[in-house]
DNA sequence: ACAAAAAATACAATCGATTGTACTAGTTCA
DNA sequence: TGAACTAGTACAATCGATTGTATTTTTTGT
């Protein structure tokens, strides 16, 4: 390729002095006089010059930039993720690096080694289903690449999290339906294997607890949490021997699937069956009635990340401790769940 | 930093070979024998080795890069743009750095700075609202790197653009209102400025005149958009002097906002009111009842521009013609719109 | 068996910026 | 005035990989 770009060394022949100079001067060192800097910055300017940042980073061996994985970027929680990391990066001086892991392991893998391979000073990321192990994170590890990983738990040693409480997010909103008075609550369930969606059950059940109301298997509906899901569930609801008066679903889209068919059916909301639902994705807002939900903030996570790759960043590998930061979600009550006409 | 990464010296030096030949090597060069290539694979592989793609970037002058800047990532139609890009770049071995604008003409020209420092092979963009020249560009096309930019309208020369045909969504979406028996329909526009809404005003006027129904000024109501707007405007929608019974609306979230507003008032949709949105955004599926709308297929734009922009790629600088794609939308008719019980 | 051709490997320059050290002016102060 | 500084620049090595050319080794053909 014809490369007609400017290198400091164009600057330096055109000003007869050396390319040292040159670039102290473009970085602002005091070792070259003020005469001289403007000289080579106004020349930088005519000419056009822009610093190769490859050629920079790899001389200083740092490239000012952190690699993202999450699994889709088209997801609403993770794309607000990315904005909230985009964000304080970018107010930190750092670019960042976005890659999808697509729930698959195997590009989750080729992505980490691309990340490495590309020099970046950090990692934040959001595991993908099919993640068991963490074998992959060895080498980062080695070469002292700190990794945040949030979202999903993730239980192996001196490893940095930044994870929401789904326990008293679900305890929350579970307690809510009951204050609202709820008394045969079903709860949408998720993939056991998932962390978050255990914890999301504890929580529920925790509130029955506190409240005495008994805990009965038999209302916990498990599925994959799909829109067509909640449609199913919302069938086998309405058939339960018990006389059901809410539902606290783990996701917002199985929950407005379940409420599309409920309204179908003549089930007024939140009158006979009160909703709560967990994530607030975009759509629950819009809903008819407006869906009660679990904030899960992603912007907020996604800061948080951030800031805690840069604290990290600031430390030498050895001498860093990992830490696990639990964000408290917080209640949103809208329409759906709001039986006491107050 | 203690850095302890291996090189391909490394691997030479515990072979006692030359680096060159490492190199070689590793870029399965058939001028290396068999033998040693197994050899210093094994070697590598042993001692964790990872090519330093800054170093290689640097000397071959070409990164496999792609950037990518949207306003604003966690936008429904961006993230599925992006998603389409990501995927194609993907298949083709390149990477995406992915920035957002956040529809700051000033954060878009640090990014193209940025990204040029960053030396990408090529840039896909969808500029901000604020980007009224596009000065900031001229750099990229001195030094060969190409652009592609997609969802906006760019009307200066020698550019890639892939758009939607806006004028022919807006047409269908009216035309199918007045095939459903709608004859006083409210069209919904946003900024004049931006020609994507120009367009689609255009669309609508075309249709009537079609089904020679007279365009009325008064029944094009202009506002941000906003679901705020919806409301707002519904209201107005009701004190018109003519009595509407069809609205298309430049976009789905105002009309989503609308029909919150309608139903409220007791307005059945669609049997008073039919309603045609524009976007397919993450929420027009499962509004109740189910909004019609305009399918603005993201992940397809992102893919074509993604495809556009490798085209322009294998293509020497001065030889390059630049194209344009336009991408006709598609009417998904949900229940808002069918008027006419079939 | 030996020259010529082919294969395999080594040498050295290079990409563009950074940075420790060395050098040359220009100041300061006794 | 001249020794001791200080400020401003230049020199040269370096980051890690790539690649054209030179050299050595092996193979081929007669």
């Known amino acids: 390729m014809e490369n007609n770009l400017i290198t400091i060394h164009d600057i330096a022949k055109a000003l007869g002095i050396d390319s040292s100079t040159v670039s102290r001067a473009l970085n ?3 070792r070259v006089s003020l005469k001289t800097k403007k000289k080579i910055i106004d020349k930088a300017n005519e000419l056009g010059y822009q610093r190769n940042l490859l050629a920079s980073n790899l001389r200083r061996n740092k490239t000012n930039t952190i690699g993202v994985i999450v699994p889709r970027i088209s997801r609403y929680f993770f794309s607000s993720a990315i904005s909230g990391i985009e964000k304080t ?4 001086g750092y670019n960042v690096i976005i890659c999808q892991s697509l729930e698959q392991l195997e590009r989750e893998e080729n992505l980490i080694n691309t990340l490495a391979a590309n ?5 934040i990321m959001s595991v993908s289903m099919e993640t068991l192990n963490y074998n992959h ?3 980062l590890k080695k070469n002292g690449t700190p990794i945040v990983i949030f979202d999903r738990h993730c239980d192996i040693p001196d490893r940095n999290n930044v994870l929401l409480d789904d326990f008293a997010g679900a305890f929350e909103a579970t307690n809510h339906l009951i204050e609202e008075g709820c008394i045969n609550i079903v709860h949408f369930s998720g993939p056991k294997n998932l962390n978050v969606y255990r914890n999301r059950l504890k929580g529920y059940k925790a509130a029955l607890e506190k409240h005495e109301i008994p805990f ?3 209302l916990v509906l498990n599925s994959h949490l799909m829109q067509e899901d909640g449609i199913t569930l919302a069938e086998k609801v ?3 021997p018990e006389s059901i008066d809410g539902i606290f679903s783990a996701n917002d889209v199985a929950a407005i699937g379940a409420m599309q068919y409920l309204k179908q059916k ?4 939140p009158k006979d069956i009160a909703m709560v639902g967990f994530s607030n994705g975009p759509t629950s807002a819009v809903m008819d009635p407006p869906l009660s939900t679990i904030d899960q903030s992603g912007g907020k996570m996604g800061e948080l990340s951030a800031n805690l790759l840069f604290e990290q960043l600031q430390i030498k590998p050895l001498e860093r401790e990992s830490k696990t930061i639990i964000v408290k979600p917080s209640l949103l009550i ?3 769940s709001k039986k006491k006409k107050k």
């Open 238 to 240: 309405l058939r339960l």
């Open 334 to 336: 809208r329409e759906s």
């Open 266 to 269: 003549g089930i007024n909301i």
């Open 89 to 92: 990066a970018f107010e930190k």
């Open 137 to 139: 994170l060895d080498g």
């Open 28 to 30: 602002n060192s005091n």
């Open 119 to 123: 020099r970046v000073d950090g990692i």
């Open 216 to 218: 009965r298997e038999n």
